[in-house]
């Protein structure tokens, strides 16, 4: 088998993945990465780290890190991130694009249903069962995720700082990330013990290395060598086709037409989606309902429901926005048709940037790989997203178990705290089954959803 590492044909390693192998295995990933960004990432650990050893720990930890800093989807980065290290340019281009597609088209068949038959009985209880499964789901990742980051009480209490920051302070989630990663960077000069990047530099053994690591000792990773000439080209290639399409766009159709006005849009998004799909989601809701008029207000929190259901990145609920705006502005096309063209475009230009951002600064991080002040601040970072997903799972667990939420604001604070009495009683059910289900019994991910599915069906019919 080989791995190639120059433009001509690499020697054989031993061990190492084919490119049609490792496509076996990202289409694998793309197909069962539910549960959010915690769950994406727990799984893409099980099956490289923990299973197959094609990464080391550390190694895979260091690449998180970075993807945790950059604006979009950092699973789906991370993804990139290990198959440009594998296979180069094209390798990255099969993991990132076989991480969302499945999503993708199971967004775009949901959001048809969702214009077409939103009132149906049977749908809705579909997803009524299984967004209380998708909450074992997150919860039982967000641990996986939370064992292995926190490694002693300085990370554990900025993940407890962070959690208290974004939830009862409301602090952005990009002041967060910086001031952890500040903490992390002079923690490391005054405890260096507590701060020492949990081995973000070199692994501690053969037994923690993957067959990447083996190929980085032996001097075969001549690719991920940071060049400014490759830096160049990297921006030729990836500005153009970004933002292309949405210039072409503006010339064509003019600046008030809603293609127009979807590429700008999530263009602008895609650089500043700090956080993912939760961190982002008041704003787009502000601007999609009030400025665009694309959608009634509501209905984002519909799509965000439909995306928890999807395989793929919980940014996809952009797609469900893009979706409705061209189904509700169609000009002269189908309305169907239109929505497909606006789910379409949203896709591009949200993902897009996501390969630029990999291929661009990835050797330079790996360059950096063996400093210990940054490895401090990367996983102080590391330590404050777990504090970041208990307030998503916070906040999925309120909107699933609770038909009310109220925002109480006292001394300075605003957290969200649910009304006792609107607890539904069904989704509550589920829910603990399904935690049990997976945390006492380890039944599998899509097992587990699909019987929540079918018992959403019975329990929907019951009163709340």
Not at 103 to 109: D, E, I, P, Q
Not at 382 to 398: C, E, M, R, Y
Request: charged share 10%.
């Amino acid at each position: 088998m080989t791995i190639a590492t120059t433009d001509k044909a690499a020697p054989a390693v031993a061990g190492m993945p084919t490119l049609g192998e490792a496509t076996r295995v990202w289409a694998r990933i793309g197909l069962l990465s539910f549960g959010g960004p915690a769950g994406q990432i727990a799984l893409m650990h099980k099956e490289l780290v923990e299973e197959r050893r094609w990464i080391g720990e550390q190694r895979f930890l260091h690449a998180l890190n970075y993807c945790m800093l950059l604006p979009g989807p950092e699973a789906q980065q991370l993804a990139i991130y290990i198959g440009w290290l594998m296979h180069r340019t094209l390798g990255g281009l099969i993991a990132g694009l076989l991480f969302i597609l499945p999503g993708a088209l199971v967004m775009l068949g949901l959001s048809s249903l969702y214009v077409l038959y939103r009132q149906v009985p049977l749908i809705d209880g579909l997803f009524f069962g299984v967004k209380a499964a998708v909450l074992a789901v997150v919860i039982e990742a967000g641990m996986r995720i939370s064992r292995r980051a926190l490694k002693n009480r300085a990370m554990v209490g900025i993940a407890i700082a962070a959690f208290i920051a974004i939830y009862l302070v409301r602090l952005p989630f990009p002041l967060i990330i910086a001031v952890a990663g500040l903490i992390g960077w002079l923690g490391h000069r005054w405890r260096p013990d507590s701060f020492g990047g949990n081995g973000h530099g070199k692994t501690g053994g053969p037994d923690m290395m993957g067959l990447v690591d083996l190929m980085f000792e032996r001097g075969e990773m001549a690719h991920v060598r940071p060049s400014r000439g490759r830096a160049f080209r990297t921006l030729a290639i990836w500005l153009p086709l970004w933002l292309g399409p949405v210039g072409v766009l503006w010339l064509l159709t003019g600046v008030d037409s809603v293609w127009t006005q979807i590429g700008s849009f999530f263009s602008a998004m895609a650089v500043v989606t700090f956080g993912g799909a939760y961190a982002v989601l008041a704003y787009v809701a502000q601007a999609a309902v009030e400025t665009y008029g694309w959608l009634a207000a509501g209905e984002m929190v519909d799509g965000l429901g439909l995306a928890e259901t999807t395989p793929g990145p919980l940014i996809l609920v952009l797609q469900f926005t893009g979706f409705l705006a061209g189904f509700r502005a169609p000009g002269s096309l189908p309305p169907i048709l239109a929505g497909g063209m606006g789910a379409l475009l949203t896709l591009w230009v949200t993902f897009a940037p996501c390969f630029l951002w990999i291929f661009l600064g990835a050797p330079y991080v790996e360059a950096l790989r063996g400093n210990r002040g940054l490895s401090a601040a990367l996983s102080a970072i590391t330590a404050a997203v777990v504090g970041v997903i208990a307030n998503l799972a916070l906040w999925f667990g309120l909107h699933v178990l609770f038909r009310e939420i109220r925002r109480v604001e006292l001394l300075g604070l605003a957290p969200d705290l649910p009304v006792l009495a609107s607890l539904d009683w069904r989704a509550a059910v589920l829910a603990v089954a399904a935690m049990i289900a997976m945390l006492r019994f380890k039944v599998g991910m899509i097992p587990t959803l699909a019987a929540c599915a079918a018992a959403g069906l019975l329990l929907s019919r019951l009163p709340a």
